[in-house]
């Protein structure tokens, strides 16, 4: 099976700005989740999404939105860009709501500027 | 808000010594799971514990589950340049699949 896909791997933006980020799970596997890693506060939890639903969200401002598709593909948006915004954007799949053996994507390089 | 911390947070260690990282969680965890990221790379998953008092094997990898279901235990027999990388342990918090990465420990092999 093709592993966790995301696009684009790299991204330079300016502040202000709004980007989107794409995620495509394994093949079957229904649950996404987006997660944030920083040098100064590692892997934080962005939200999570199931059938359609988004079905837990972590502390991160309202800039900081996503959906998923039928087809479990999910994109991650991120409005009005702020510098602190740079980091290793995550995402993460699993083969079932409650499945917390989650396999990560190569991850989107966001680079504020 | 639970929080997970990982002692230490970076180790070096000379190949062929032992390293053992230890993750602390400020509530009870129903499961514990446990990553590794190369540099440059992405969580990979490792292993998850259920029970209190687990402990399970991956060859020189031995991971462990406190009887309080609060802390656990990740310890590498005789390193090899291969274990280079961040070991983060991760639990389930607040709302069901909602999942709190600890801080990580990175282990450098020399």
């Known amino acids: 099976k093709a592993g966790v896909t995301q696009t684009p791997r790299y991204l330079i933006k300016t502040r202000g700005q709004q980007v989107t980020l794409s995620c495509s799970p394994i093949s079957g596997h229904r649950s996404v989740s987006w997660y944030q890693q920083t040098p100064g506060q590692g892997l934080q939890f962005l939200f999570e999404?199931?059938?359609?639903?988004?079905?837990n969200k972590g502390n991160f401002p309202g800039r900081f939105s996503g959906r998923q598709f039928s087809n479990s593909r999910s994109e991650m948006n991120v409005s009005t860009l702020e510098l602190g915004d740079s980091a290793l954007y995550l995402c993460?799949?699993?083969?079932?709501?409650?499945?917390?053996?989650?396999?990560f994507g190569p991850g989107t390089r966001l680079t504020v500027t | 808000g639970q929080q997970v911390m990982q002692i230490p947070q970076y180790q070096h260690v000379q190949e062929g010594e032992d390293f053992t990282t230890y993750c602390n969680s400020s509530?009870?965890?129903?499961?514990i799971q446990w990553y590794k990221q190369r540099p440059g790379g992405h969580p990979v998953f490792l292993i998850q514990l259920v029970k209190s008092g687990e402990v399970k094997k991956q060859k020189r990898l031995t991971f462990q589950f406190g009887e309080a279901k609060k802390n656990s235990s990740l310890h590498i027999t005789a390193t090899q340049t291969t274990d280079v990388g961040t070991y983060f342990c991760a639990g389930p918090s607040g709302g069901y699949q909602k999942v709190t990465f600890g801080t990580g420990t990175k282990l450098q092999v020399i």
């Open positions: 999404y199931f059938s359609e639903t988004q079905r």
């Open positions: 993460a799949s699993s083969d079932s709501y409650g499945a917390y053996e989650q396999y």
């Open positions: 509530t009870t965890l129903s499961n």
